[in-house]
């Protein structure tokens, strides 16, 4: 099976930065997709950001040209460097894999709280 174990979320003052780390590990025998998504209270989970095996990136509209998303293939892990932080931007953020397999499953960290406020 596939873990993904996220860190770095925290609290941050507007404008402020965050870097979120995500290392998956298990058996993954191959390069995949990995993205992070959020989640605030009473809304839907969103993408934030994708990254491909080959490196190719998209990002939601709300955080382009605030948040980067980056790999390290060697490591399979995936970071997200959050900067100029929005009280919007407070949320759960979510690390996703996949998919992977002929089943074509996604996995997923257990999420890691963001929080912007003065």
């Known amino acids: 099976q596939v873990q993904l174990v996220e860190s770095g979320g925290g609290l941050v003052q507007p404008g402020g930065s965050l870097r979120l780390s995500c290392a998956a590990s298990?058996?993954?025998?191959?390069?995949?997709?990995m993205s992070w998504y959020r989640q605030a209270p009473g809304k839907q989970r969103e993408l934030v950001a994708a990254?491909?095996?080959?490196?190719?990136?998209d990002y939601d509209d709300s955080v382009k040209g605030r948040f980067t998303i980056s790999r390290d293939n060697a490591k399979n892990t995936v970071y997200l460097q959050m900067n100029s932080l929005k009280p919007e931007d407070t949320a759960v953020y979510y690390c996703n894999l996949g998919p992977i397999g002929a089943r074509r499953k996604d996995y997923w960290g257990q999420g890691t709280q963001v929080t912007v406020s003065s």
């Open positions: 298990g058996s993954i025998f191959g390069i995949y997709t």
């Open positions: 990254i491909t095996s080959g490196g190719s990136t």
